[in-house]
């Protein structure tokens, strides 16, 4: 039997993953006084639903970037904060390509582990309310301190959210093995892995969008070499070295170079600003 709810891990005290069928995946990180939810999925499933049978806490919603697999469930909010680089993006949101999205991956492995419905995907009626999220800002929850890093290359506003006290980085889609970079230069994506990598002796976990990816369903952090790898790759593509390989991703013409525990995707004709 498929399964037919999000599954839900707890990977510290009071922390979260939250996978919407493989499709996403959500943190829900609750302090003493507030609760911080980091990215909306799909749409999918009835997220907030879920987030009340873990807390009951005032809830900040906080987008890591705007991409329909972790906005697409932003509807469901009055507010939600998001770098002002991604907003455009947010609103550029179909619900079409969340059905196609689901269907898609579903159909390569999803639906042998997850019993869903691509058309549960929200309609995009009114927009939250999007709240300026910046480099170096910082959630209070009470008793636990979220900060804010911008790192651009997924996309122009991409954001990743440093617990440090539980020494643990929630880095949506700017620092994994399958990085895309489309949404910077190449050079402006190894500025944003180096700075990423600068915070490397403040977590010991980096866990990414996709735990539980398509039919895996698993909770696993990224490698610790993931930084220092895709930082190998930025560098050879600006040097001139390596073999890339032509890659598609949704329709797009793409080259591919592969290090280490990575893979970098990324557009040929933007390697420097």
Known sequence: MAITKPYICEIAPKTYVINEFGLSAMYLLVGEEKALLIDTGCGICD????????????????????????????????????????????????REDIVSY??????????????????SAP?????PEFLPLNDGDTFDLGGRIIEAYTIPGHTAGSVTLLDGANRLMI?????????????????TTL???????????????????????????????????????????CEDILAG???????????????????GAVKLSYDPESLVD
């Open 47 to 94: 997220l907030k639903q879920v987030v009340r049978i873990l807390t009951d806490k005032p809830l900040i919603v906080v987008l890591t970037h705007a991409h329909m697999d972790h906005a697409g469930g932003m509807c469901a909010f009055e507010q939600v904060y998001l770098n002002e680089k991604d907003v455009g993006l947010a609103k550029s949101i179909r």
């Open 191 to 233: 500025k944003g892995l180096k700075k990423f990598r600068s915070l490397a002796d403040r977590f010991d976990q980096n866990f990414n969008g996709h735990v539980g990816y398509m039919g895996q369903p698993n909770c696993f952090s990224q490698p610790q070499s993931t930084a220092d790898d895709l930082i190998h790759i």
């Open 171 to 187: 880095s949506g889609d700017c620092c994994n093995v399958n990085l895309l970079a489309l949404g910077a230069s190449i050079k």
């Open 102 to 119: 689901a269907e898609m991956f579903g159909k390569a492995g999803g639906y042998q582990v997850y019993d869903y419905s691509p058309e």
């Open 241 to 259: 070295k390596g073999d890339p390989k032509p890659y598609e991703f949704l329709g797009v013409a793409l080259k591919q170079m592969s290090y």
């Open 123 to 127: 309609k995009f009626q009114k927009y």
